[in-house]
């Protein structure tokens, strides 16, 4: 099994929509988890943190549920620029390595 | 200020072939790690440095080694080239070894033939 699965999308949405997708995680001694951004054919980014308690970053709201080992990302307000993958990363303490998904392609259109 | 910096960005090579691939930190970032990523999957890490000594390494052959130099920079180095090696091998930064913000280069992508 998977450290990390995601549905691979692509979520295809028009601009303003609202669009949410979650990851699923094996491994419960998981400690820090974060959503990446790639756009094609470039490098990662960071995009967030996501925090136990839930956060938000402008239109980005991530959440964490330990009990079903999930986390998730939703984006209101979809703009273009939005259109990337989206790679969920969780991290178990004193662990060097961070394990990503296989992204979830998200694609706004016009 | 540079970001994570990486060479060769384009590379091809043949079967039983050796690749060295070179990445220079985010000045001030002590940790590099290195990441392979075959198309439509997610990167997958292959080492981590930190002040010179391994950190950790990932499921990959003995055929995979890095090294960190005195300056941060590092080198990844591919012994015996598969047609399975072909991928974009990125290199990421980071001020501890233990954070998950790291500062990914635009990566090199190498071509096994």
């Known amino acids: 099994r998977k450290e990390v699965e995601q549905d691979p999308g692509p979520f295809n949405v028009p601009e303003g929509a609202t669009v949410a997708f979650n990851c699923t995680y094996s491994n419960s001694a998981s400690q820090s988890f974060f959503w990446y951004r790639q756009d094609c054919r470039k490098e990662p980014k960071l995009l967030m943190s996501?925090?136990?308690s839930g956060n938000e970053d402008g239109r980005f709201t991530a959440q964490l549920n330990r009990a079903s080992q999930y986390i998730s990302l939703l984006i209101r307000d979809s703009k273009l620029s939005d259109s990337a993958t989206y790679l969920c990363v969780v991290n178990k303490r004193d662990d060097y390595k961070l394990s990503f998904g296989a992204g979830t392609t998200v694609t706004v259109r016009a | 200020d540079a970001g994570v910096t990486q060479s060769p960005t384009h590379l091809i090579k043949t079967r039983g072939q050796h690749v060295t691939l070179r990445c220079s930190p985010i000045s001030g970032h002590k940790s590099v790690s290195w990441y392979q990523q075959v198309l439509g999957q997610g990167p997958q890490f292959i080492f981590q440095?930190?002040?010179?000594?391994?950190?950790g390494r990932g499921n990959f052959p003995d055929r995979f080694s890095a090294r960190q130099f005195p300056n941060y920079s590092s080198e990844l180095n591919v012994n015996a080239l598969l047609l399975g090696d072909s991928a974009l091998y990125l290199c990421?930064?980071?001020?501890?070894?233990?954070?998950?913000?790291?500062?990914f280069g635009e990566g090199s992508r190498l071509t096994v033939l």
């Open positions: 440095y930190y002040e010179k000594e391994e950190r």
């Open positions: 996501v925090y136990s």
């Open positions: 990421a930064s980071s001020l501890a070894p233990n954070t998950g913000e790291l500062f």
